[in-house]
Each structure stands twice: as C-alpha cells, then as structure tokens.
C-alpha cells in the first residue's frame, strides 16, 4: 500500500508549552495547498506587510498574493510575528517576561 504524508500545520510560540496561555498566543503555518502557506493567529491571517486582518469568507487572487507564502517564507514572517501577537492588548513578549520575572523571585 501506497500512502502519502503531508504535514499541514506548524504552531509558533515563545510562551513554554505547558503554560496556560500558550495557545492563545501561539501562530499557526498552515498549509492552504498548491505549495502556499497561511500565517494564522485565531481567524485573522497575517500579510506580506506584517499586518493583520480577519480572513474574509471570499478571497480574489490579489488577496492571495499578499496572505500566501512558501514554507519558508510564512515560517520567517511568524518567527518575527509572534513576540508582537496580542491577546486583550498584552503582547507575548509581556507575557513571556512575567513568567521569567515569577520564576526568578
């Protein structure tokens, strides 16, 4: 028997995996086929410009251009997303200094 593996998404995160608020600071690079890659924090995906917006239901190919990546290109833009993600206005650099300030005290 004949099968294939592909992987279909990578999570990017600073904050330790067991802690509570990995998840919701975590970015994913999911694959969206045809060797393209979305950056996805929740449901809002990330652009070549480094912003942020909802993922709309319908999207033309100059939003494509600009919210699909190869591999490599979508693992560089939420390497670099990832310290500046927000959840409730604190960003996971916040986060992740608090917890390296609680396990220093």
Known sequence: MTYRLTITEVQ??????DNVNHGAYALQVS???????AVMH???CLGRDGEWE???????????????F?????????SDAVYD??????????VLAKIKASAQA
Not at 12 to 17: G, K, Q
């Open 31 to 37: 694959y969206r086929g045809d060797g393209r890659w």
């Open 70 to 78: 190869t591999y490599e290109e979508a693992c560089a833009l939420a």
């Open 85 to 94: 993600v927000q959840v409730n206005r604190i960003s996971a650099r916040d």
């Open 54 to 68: 909802p993922s709309p239901s319908e999207r033309d190919d100059a939003w494509l251009a600009e919210h699909r």
């Open 42 to 44: 929740m449901r809002w």
């Open 12 to 17: 990017v995160s600073i904050l330790p995996e």
